[in-house]
């Protein structure tokens, strides 16, 4: 007597000789989306794993919130200057993160070869700067409820209508990013570094993020004005501090720096 094996396939699209089958699991990559999400947790868990990252972000925007509120140090005009420095620093964090800090990581990710091989993978390059722009996102508004809870414990008091609020950051995070991704794609990662860490003192000095803009001399608040962090802190300013409606102007100037820096970026980024 002899037994009979049998092997139950289940029936499935012809494979490359002509035979039916399928196999479970597939091969194959994942959704997009679902890839997307993924990848953006992925570089969240990094962002605020990265102890110097932190210090960029959180720790150096919330001790200058504290200690030029708490103390006369720069004169910051008429009222508290709780409402002057509040809408400086939710700029200034905005820099930190979408443009600081992610030229820095990206930069050093090109140089060990991470972006290389990542782009090697079934994610897309532009899902791969999808994720990194979410977890952008997910950063600042962590970032921002922070410093909203130390500001309003400072007795900050916003006005304004939260959607103005919102385009001004999505805008001035568009700028920024675009800024740091073409830097971190054309320059070595130590340049990166270096130039990134540089701009941000810059234009923490010079941006009118502390210090008014009306305390330098005429012919400097005219280009100084046509920053980015200026136009993102007198914005968020305007509404916050004076209730106003949405600050054309100042959004398009942060329009007019996302624009070409987001397209140069995707021109001029190199993954290798």
Known sequence: MTAEV?????????????CGGAYAPRPGGAPVVRMITAQAALETRMLLRNGEQLLLTVVIPSLLLVLFSTVDIVDTGAGRAVDFLAPGVLALAVMSTAFTGQAIATGFERRYGVLKRLGASPLPRWGLMAAKTLAVLVTEVLQIAL???IALGLGWSPRGNPVSVALLLVAGTAAFSGLGLLMAGTLRAEATLAAANLVFLLLLVGGG???????????????LALLPISALSDGLRDVLRDGAALPWGELGILAGWAVPGL???????RWE
Do not use: H
């Open 6 to 18: 049998t092997t139950d396939r289940t029936p499935g699209p012809p494979g490359p000789s002509g």
């Open 147 to 149: 410093l909203t809870l």
């Open 209 to 223: 993020v502390i210090v008014p803009l009306e305390r330098f001399p005429d012919a400097a608040q005219t280009v």
């Open 263 to 269: 397209a140069a970026a995707a021109r001029f980024f």
